[in-house]
C-alpha cells in the first residue's frame, strides 16, 4: 500500500544486491548510478513542492546521484520545514 512518485529521469536505476549467507555475514555489489541533470532535479523539486502537502511526514535516504550538488538534501529539508512537515533524512 505503499505509493510511489518516481520522477523519471534519462539514466537507468541503478542495481543494487545483497548477498548474504547462513552465518548472517553479508556485502553488497552496488552498480554506479546515473546522472541527474539539472533539468531533471528541478522537475523533482516541482513535483516534491506539488506532493509535499499531500504528506506530514517526509523521508529522504540514500546518497545523493552524481549531477545533484550537496545542498539538495538541504533544500528538501528547508521545503518541508517551510511547510511544516516532520522530516526524517537516512
Not at 548477498?19 to 546515473?34: N, Q, R
Not at 509535499?52 to 550538488?69: A, K
Amino acid at each position: 500500500g505503499i505509493k510511489n512518485l518516481f520522477t523519471r529521469i534519462e539514466g537507468e536505476t541503478r542495481t543494487c544486491v545483497n548477498v548474504s549467507d547462513k552465518t548472517g555475514a553479508s556485502g553488497e555489489i552496488l552498480e554506479e548510478g546515473p546522472v541527474v541533470s539539472e533539468e531533471e532535479a528541478g522537475r523533482f523539486i516541482k513535483e516534491y513542492c506539488a506532493h509535499i502537502e499531500d504528506y506530514d511526514i517526509i523521508c529522504v535516504s540514500g546518497s545523493l546521484p552524481r549531477g545533484l550538488t550537496s545542498s539538495f538534501y538541504t533544500e528538501l529539508i528547508k521545503i518541508a520545514r517551510e511547510r511544516k512537515k516532520r522530516i526524517i533524512v537516512i
